[in-house]
């Protein structure tokens, strides 16, 4: 549903008009800003409260709030029979039965965020799915005013919303940008507030966010969302701050899944997620790198060359000790050529002064190769098979006029790296692209 659709939704139009309201038993523990406004003839806040009856007001009463900017607004107080009530429908999530379960959701919704102390109460229980019902029933009734506010962000008629400040310094102020925020506030509200709250806070917040994706997943069959994904890549933007694993773990899944694919073919949202994508990209852990590099390829998204930089600095870096003396060690080896096959899509001339150690490196990759039929020689392909190449279509070259038996160009990939490599020792036919190369460098 997209963001549109859902501001047509009956039922969110009716938790639209449903008021805060805090239990009288914790109100004197809310902040000073929350404080209940006395009505005439009560104590204020500052003298010593007089004894409380432990009596509710009737059934629908209203009392009198003061809201964070000081202005008064109406909220109705629970009765002794909505605790009951709301009791009740808290032990019915944890019913076996899916009706059960169902009506109890929606009986919790009807009474709207007057069930959210009650609901936090019961959310340390240990039954975890019992606890995930919770943290999204809290998570849909928080903050009455949310989706207004979400209709003025979108419009452009007001910037006020949590994490917004942090967002756009890192994807800009657009239609698009808005609209994949939103999608992330909807799901993740309390990461969204700790955004600009500095590095320590955002990733204990990411991790709270991944546990609740992964949870919905496994135990509510719940595939992830743009939201999901939007909210856990926007705190890949700090490199000031590492990625937990357990965040890329779940980055890593969402890449993967439905969710991302269909919003790339989006022409208006596509380019903004790109940038999201490129930030976790850039900062990918190296059991990750390959997978990253892929999927750049895959759904093209040039900010993975500087990933790809890195790894081919590292890599070069290394030496013989770490990558192996005559064929390149495996851990390396997948993560290096996807990189290679990056630059060699969107890299620029500056990359083939990066690529030249490579050019000169005659170990062995340890990928599978085309073998032409009418050969009995064994092919191979060396790194600076793979890195000549890369080099002459940088610079606008031609692979089979360079001299490659076999070369076989992809539209997407750039070209096969199995079809790059040389029969027998092949050092005579290795040296004709080497050749081609050295007189497209040398070119004014």
């Known amino acids: 549903m997209n963001t549109r659709e859902k501001f047509k939704s009956p039922t969110l139009h009716r938790l639209l008009v449903l008021l805060i309201c805090l239990p009288a038993g914790v109100a004197s523990a809310q902040p000073p800003e929350n404080e209940a406004v006395p009505a005439a003839g009560q104590a204020s806040p500052s003298e010593p409260a007089a004894p409380v009856d432990d009596e509710q007001p009737a059934a629908g009463s209203d009392t009198k709030a003061a809201d964070k900017k000081g202005a008064v607004k109406e909220v109705t107080v629970l009765t002794a029979a909505d605790r009951q009530r709301i009791d009740a429908l808290i032990a019915d999530l944890s019913s076996s039965k899916f009706a059960i379960r169902e009506e109890a959701v929606a009986g919790l919704i009807e009474f709207g965020e007057r069930a959210i102390p009650m609901l936090a109460a019961a959310a340390d229980t240990p039954d975890p799915e019992v606890q995930l019902r919770i943290r999204i029933l809290m998570s849909r009734l928080s903050n009455n005013d949310f989706e207004s506010a979400v209709m003025a962000f979108l419009s452009g008629a007001s ?70 994904a939007v909210a856990l890549l926007l705190t890949c933007g700090d490199r000031s701050a590492p990625i937990p694993p357990g965040v890329e773990r779940v980055i890593v899944r969402i890449m993967n899944s439905p969710v991302t694919s269909e919003t ?114 064994r092919i191979e392909i060396q790194v600076r098979d793979i890195a000549v190449a890369v080099s002459i279509k940088i610079l606008g070259g031609d692979l089979r006029e360079a001299g490659y038996l076999n070369p076989r160009e992809h539209a997407i990939v750039v070209f096969f790296t199995a079809s790059l490599g040389f029969p027998g020792g092949g050092d005579e036919l290795r040296s004709k692209p080497a050749k081609y190369l050295a007189d497209l460098i040398a070119k004014p």
């Open 159 to 228: 910037d006020e919303m949590e994490g917004w400040d942090y967002a756009r310094r890192l994807i800009g102020d657009s239609n698009a940008a808005r609209e994949l925020f939103v999608d992330a506030s909807r799901q993740h509200r309390e990461l969204m507030e700790e955004l600009d709250k500095g590095p320590g806070l955002r990733m204990v917040a990411a991790n709270k966010a991944a546990d609740l994706v992964v949870r919905r997943m496994m135990l509510e069959f719940l595939p992830p969302e743009r939201g999901d």
């Open 264 to 377: 790339l073919k989006d022409a208006m949202l596509a380019p903004v997620y790109q940038k999201l994508v490129g930030f976790w990209m850039r900062r990918a852990s190296v059991s990750y790198q390959p997978q990253a590099m892929y999927f750049a390829l895959q759904h093209r998204v040039p900010e993975s060359v500087e990933l790809a930089r890195d790894i081919v600095a590292e890599f070069v870096a290394a030496g013989e000790e770490l990558t192996g003396p005559e064929i390149i060690d495996p851990k390396y080896g997948e993560g290096l050529e996807q990189a290679l096959l990056v630059i060699a899509k969107y890299g620029d001339p500056s990359d083939v002064a990066r690529l030249e150690p490579l050019r000169n490196d005659a170990r062995r990759m340890p990928i599978g190769t085309d073998q032409p039929g009418d050969t009995h020689d």
